[in-house]
């Protein structure tokens, strides 16, 4: 399906959100909500790849452009509480999806508002990442934004240096997780200060977690995957062969095709 609409959301602190919203946006659907290093540009692919729900609306989260800067009252539960905002501009029956950090948001969210649906890939939660806030607090001190990309990628996802050379090497692309890393220490910092509940989604009628083939039970998202998962107990765990935490960068369509598989029971 296409994109149809963009709308803006108003958010507390002045501050606001950009949603896009691919098919029918009066028809219920499901709802994308990305997570660190990540917009809603960069899960048009997938969006557009679903087809089990009539629509589909991406969360650009505050921090990334064109929506507006986190301010300074930032933490996951002003994260809650924009969700909570988009989600009353949705038609409902919703579905949620949401992604690594946007993945542990939309699981608090529901503590909150009432799922049918809740679908997470590779959700991270506390001590995900903590070893690196150190360093990526000296980066964000001095506007270092290329290193807190090569943070990200080396220290904690455990890519290569090469890797990363590689990434530099496109200009556009290294330009762009430049600026994706701009809100990155508020936001890994946000995640360590969180506090998750024993038992999560207690209130969803039905959870699936997705997990990449080349993470299960590999540090870090392997083990933190574990770490949500037991305490969701009810929840249908799904692999997803071949691919590893950037499935919606490198395997878009065979990821659109897990999601709509987890509507057929629903």
């Avoid at 691919?22 to 660190?36: A, M, T």
């Avoid at 997938?46 to 933490?75: E, I």
């Avoid at 496109?170 to 360590?192: I, R, V």
């Amino acid at each position: 399906m296409e994109r149809t609409i963009q709308k803006s959301v108003p958010v507390s602190g002045g501050s606001w959100v950009n949603v896009d919203v691919y098919g029918n946006p009066d028809l219920p659907g499901l709802l994308i909500l990305p997570g660190v290093m990540s917009d809603a540009q960069s899960w048009s692919s997938v969006a557009r790849s679903v087809k089990a729900w009539p629509s589909v609306s991406v969360v650009n989260r505050r921090g990334r452009r064109p929506s507006g800067p986190l301010t300074a009252d930032y933490s996951i539960g002003v994260e809650v509480d924009d969700l909570l905002r988009v989600l009353g501009t949705i038609p409902e029956p919703v579905s949620i999806f949401g992604w690594s950090y946007g993945g542990l948001i939309a699981l608090l969210a529901a503590d909150e508002h009432p799922v049918e649906h809740l679908i997470a890939y590779e959700p991270v939660i506390p001590p995900f990442a903590r070893h690196a806030l150190s360093d990526l607090k000296d980066a964000a001190a001095q506007s270092n934004r290329g290193r807190s990309v090569e943070i990200v990628n080396v220290d904690i996802s455990g890519f290569s240096a090469e890797h990363v050379d590689v990434l530099r090497a496109d200009k556009g692309q290294w330009k762009a997780l430049c600026e994706l890393a701009e809100p990155l220490h508020a936001e890994l910092s946000a995640l360590d200060a969180s506090h998750p509940p024993d038992v999560l989604a207690g209130k969803v009628e039905r959870v699936d977690l997705i997990i990449g083939q080349h993470n299960r039970s590999i540090e870090p998202y392997g083990t933190s995957f574990d770490r949500i998962s037991s305490r969701i107990p009810t929840a249908r765990i799904h692999q997803l062969d071949g691919n590893g935490h950037l499935a919606h960068i490198e395997a878009p369509l065979q990821l659109g095709r897990v999601i709509d598989a987890t509507a057929a029971s629903v």
